[in-house]
């Protein structure tokens, strides 16, 4: 079987979650976690939270092509869905965060986003820095998707997906060669390509190996047809838009991935590729009522 057949871990029986082994989940962990995620005393000014910009109504993410932080302050990137992230091998659009521990610290910090020195989050909430890291990132490994109509076909229900649907799979693992990079049961393969979106250096900041400029992290297609704009510059504001993008071979330039090809769909098949991202979409869960095990 390829990876790409595999079927998505059911909800609540997870088998493999980064991370789940140093800091299990408990009740507790994943309450406050919950709590804190929620709690706009996180920002400088009390004006947000993790989900103002990372929004339970719209999968986890907002609708603007770059975060808004405090003050309205531009941020350079999307906010991305966070959903099915605790399958994440690292964190952000560059990666540069290597565990969820590490990463949900980061934007209480960071000047464009809640501007809030962690030491004072800290003093605020009553809960330790360590505290904070374990229990933000215990709630966010809780965040997922599943059980979409793709999942149901995956899982041996042949009807679940309708012919058109059944037609845009076979072009995404096959002359579309989208399963050349979204592959999986998260349909990510958590690595870096350049798609020529947007002019920012991506991986090369972390990396400092010139092949990485303009490489940003594969990011999960699970319900992301529910959450435009897309890309992490938030540039295509549409399926279809992402659908023309990929047609068209991506955005020319020096460093762009071999597997990124013309592929001159026709307007039936293009029709089916988006109906078939559009069957990724499944029933959201969080925090601990139903959490992975
Ligand atoms: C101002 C909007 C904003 C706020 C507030 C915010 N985030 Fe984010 N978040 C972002 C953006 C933008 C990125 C991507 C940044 C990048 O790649 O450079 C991100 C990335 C992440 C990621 C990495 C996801 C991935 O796929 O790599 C996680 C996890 C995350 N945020 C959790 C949190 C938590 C927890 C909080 C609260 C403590 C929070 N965020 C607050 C905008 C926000
Ligand atoms: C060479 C690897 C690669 C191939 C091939 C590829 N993708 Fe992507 N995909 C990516 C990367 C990397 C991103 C993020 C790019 C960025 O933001 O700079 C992405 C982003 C996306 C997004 C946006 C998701 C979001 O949350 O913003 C969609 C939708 C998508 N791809 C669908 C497809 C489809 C459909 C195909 C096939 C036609 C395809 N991809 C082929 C690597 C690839």
Known sequence: MTLAAQPAPPLGLDAF??????????????????KLFFDQRLSRDNSIACSTCHDPAFQFTDRHPTARGIEGRTGDRRTPSLLNRGYGLSFFWDGRAATLEQQVLMPIDNPKEMDLDVNEAARRTGV???????????????????????????????????????????????RAGCSACHIGPNLTDERFHNTGIGSAEGRFAVTGRESDRGAFKTPTLRNAALHPPFMHDGSLATVEAVIDFYDKGGNSNPRLDPEMLPLRLTATEKTDLALFLRSLSGTVEEGWETPPR
């Open 17 to 34: 979650m980064p991370g789940l082994h140093l800091h299990p989940l408990t009740r507790e962990k994943v309450t406050l976690g919950r």
């Open 128 to 174: 330790s820095r360590e505290q904070l890291a374990e229990a933000l990132a215990a709630y966010v490994r809780t965040i997922r998707s599943g059980g979409s109509p793709y999942d149901k076909y995956i899982a041996g229900d042949a009807n679940a997906l309708n012919p058109a649907e059944r037609r845009g799979l076979a072009l995404f693992r096959g």
